[in-house]
């Protein structure tokens, strides 16, 4: 079993800045990529970011050039910072582990609040 813990949400002014960390641990075995993932109230979970075991990212169009992931195969955890944040960045931010078996794990979610 797979387990992800993610930490570093909170509520944050416009323009402001927050990292978010995911820390897999249990069973893991060869893992092709850890992203980021966001869901807003009504809408569904979109792709925000993700990192390969190679390294390759990629962004959601919406953040790029404002979002940064960054991996720790060490640590097998997951970092993503967060720059120029905007109200409609607001959402739960979840965490994925995808293996190169295909089996997929998920974190709980932590919330991003971006207001004034």
């Known amino acids: 079993q797979v387990q992800l813990v993610e930490s570093g949400g909170g509520l944050v002014q416009p323009g402001g800045s927050l990292r978010l960390s995911c820390a897999a641990s249990?069973?893991?075995?060869?893992?092709?990529?850890m992203g980021w993932y966001r869901q807003a109230p009504g809408n569904q979970r979109e792709l925000v970011a993700r990192?390969?075991?190679?390294?390759?990212?990629n962004y959601a169009d919406s953040v790029k050039g404002r979002f940064f992931i960054s991996g720790d195969n060490a640590k097998n955890t997951v970092y993503l910072q967060m720059n120029r944040l905007k109200p409609e960045d607001t959402a739960v931010y979840y965490c994925?582990?995808?293996?190169?078996?295909?089996?997929?794990?998920w974190g709980q979610g932590t919330q991003v609040t971006v207001s004034s």
């Open positions: 249990g069973s893991i075995f060869s893992i092709y990529t």
């Open positions: 990192i390969t075991n190679s390294g390759s990212t």
């Open positions: 994925k582990l995808l293996t190169t078996y295909g089996s997929d794990y």
